[in-house]
């Protein structure tokens, strides 16, 4: 996921932003600007990309039937 061909371009994860706070970055080419924002300059790095959380598994729907050999 992390090296997929299309990303989907955000100041939060490319090279030349850093992360202020929750809802901003600081760009090196264009200065403090909103996280969603994109522009051409745009260089991904996978490093500051945050994988999202796995989905809890829901094991009530499995009996004890299921756990038996």
Known sequence: MFFRKKIEKSCSYCMYGTKLDEEQVLCAK?????????CRKF???PCKRIPLKP??????????????L
């Open 55 to 68: 989905k809890a598994l829901d094991f009530m729907k499995y009996d004890q039937e299921d756990y038996s």
């Open 43 to 45: 260089s991904y790095d």
């Open 30 to 38: 264009r200065g403090v600007v909103n996280i969603c924002s994109k």
